[in-house]
């Protein structure tokens, strides 16, 4: 069964440009999240979604970065228009839904996009 | 979430067990650890997760204490490719946000 799988592997853009990520789920999945690791930080949260629907997007620095997941398959990370600070490595994750008190909700990783804003 | 707290890094000899400790003292009842590790240039992996038992898998052990307020992750026979950076995590399951903090950085030298 494939992973989670994250594209482009590597961005490299100019202040002010666009940029799009992609992340397609373990098939099956109805959660997805968005990370981020900017330089010398902690991982952090960005957004959680349940199928297409946004459950938590507490995470979400500003209104500059949009995430969609039309279908509740892939998503999309939308970053308009990127700053300096906005570089870093972006990580996706899905989990299968909780659905008895049993359950955990183990997350599993995509190898990340390494974002460079110059 | 809770917080917790690891040591900022430890080394381990190939072959011998690696030892990781986590102090997570304001745990809640119904907070899980969970136990995860980023590989250099890798996403995060999960290991291991637990609320009150003991649990082992394939990768690793985990020992909660009976109050539950510290945890030890314990690789039975570390290899090269143990070298990481472990992260040790009080989650509840349904919010499924994942808080990380700095983590453990393990290195195993032959």
């Known amino acids: 069964e494939a992973g989670v799988t994250q594209f482009p592997s590597h961005s490299v853009i100019e202040k002010g440009q666009t940029v799009t990520l992609r992340c397609d789920p373990i098939?099956?999945?109805?959660?997805l999240y968005w990370y981020r690791r900017v330089m010398g930080k902690e991982i952090k949260f960005l957004l959680h979604?349940?199928?297409?629907?946004?459950?938590?997007e507490s995470g979400m620095p500003n209104n500059r970065f949009l995430a969609e997941r039309t279908g509740g398959t892939y998503s999309t990370l939308k970053v308009q228009p990127a700053e300096l600070e906005d570089s870093g490595v972006y990580f996706c994750?899905?989990?299968?839904?909780?659905?008895?008190?049993?359950?955990?909700?183990?997350?599993?990783f995509g190898p990340g996009t390494r974002l460079t804003v110059l | 979430d809770a917080k917790t707290t690891q040591p900022p890094s430890m080394d381990c000899a190939e072959g011998r067990a690696a030892n990781l400790p986590c102090n997570h003292s304001t745990i809640s009842g119904n907070e899980y650890v969970y136990w995860y590790r980023q590989i250099h240039s890798q996403g995060p992996q999960y290991i291991i997760h637990?609320?009150?038992n003991n649990e082992t898998n394939e990768m690793a052990s985990l020992i909660i204490t009976e109050d539950r307020k510290s945890s030890t992750l314990i690789l039975p026979h570390a290899t090269l490719r143990d070298t990481a950076v472990y992260y040790c995590?009080?989650?509840?399951?349904?919010?499924?946000?994942?808080?990380f903090g700095q983590g453990t950085i393990l290195t195993v030298h032959p």
């Open positions: 994750a899905s989990s299968q839904v909780v659905l008895t008190e049993a359950s955990t909700d183990t997350q599993y």
């Open positions: 098939s099956g999945h109805d959660n």
């Open positions: 995590i009080a989650s509840y399951t349904s919010y499924g946000k994942l808080t």
């Open positions: 979604f349940v199928k297409e629907s946004k459950q938590d």
């Open positions: 637990g609320l009150k």
